[in-house]
């Protein structure tokens, strides 16, 4: 039984989260199309001495990889807010939301490992253009990238621990 506070506050962000996921593309692209390539440079998460703009093969690579960033943030936001939705309607520790709460881990845990995988990505393709020995390999860990993959493989071993007593009930109201 939850409280009717708990799910005004779970529709609120049910809600929000709705906003957020038409605000936020829209927002990241507009940001993205103003700053044109001095700010596609000045975003870039590796810190890099571009001496020579890069090819347009590398501005290809660093959009794309942008763009799996906007899609795993998209993604963990979707499933948040389906999450919050869920609660909202009284179901709490049923099989739905621990469904969500595994995508959610998931996604974190992901987001942590294409951050690593990112940054070395992004300085080969932001110094491409650099003449030759003035290229660049960055590989940087932060303990944000820790903190996501610890984050995200708690919340995906907490939901497999709620889908299993989820099971369990089920099968217990299936004896009695």
């Known amino acids: 039984m939850t409280s009717q506070r708990f799910q005004r506050v ?18 990241s692209g507009l940001i993205l199309f103003q700053a044109g ?4 440079l000045a975003l870039a998460p590796v810190y890099v001495d571009v001496i020579v703009p890069p090819g347009i093969l590398a501005w290809v690579g660093i ?41 959610i881990g998931k996604f974190l845990f992901a987001s942590a490992v294409f951050g690593v995988l990112a940054d070395p990505l992004f300085s080969i393709l932001l ?11 960055a590989l940087m860990l932060s303990s944000g990238d820790f903190a996501y993959a610890i984050g995200g493989g708690l919340l995906w071993l907490i939901a497999w621990v709620m889908q299993e007593a989820v099971r369990m009930a089920d099968d217990s109201a299936r004896i009695i």
């Open 37 to 40: 390539t001095n700010g596609v």
């Open 63 to 103: 959009i794309c990889l942008l763009a799996v960033m906007v899609g795993l943030l998209m993604g963990l936001m979707w499933h948040v807010r389906a999450l919050f939705g869920l609660y909202a309607k009284g179901q709490v520790l049923t099989a739905p939301p621990a469904n969500e709460i595994s995508y």
């Open 10 to 27: 779970a529709s609120a962000m049910h809600h929000a989260l709705s906003l957020m996921l038409v605000v936020f593309p829209l927002i």
């Open 127 to 137: 110094t491409s253009g650099n003449p030759a020995g003035q290229r660049t390999f």
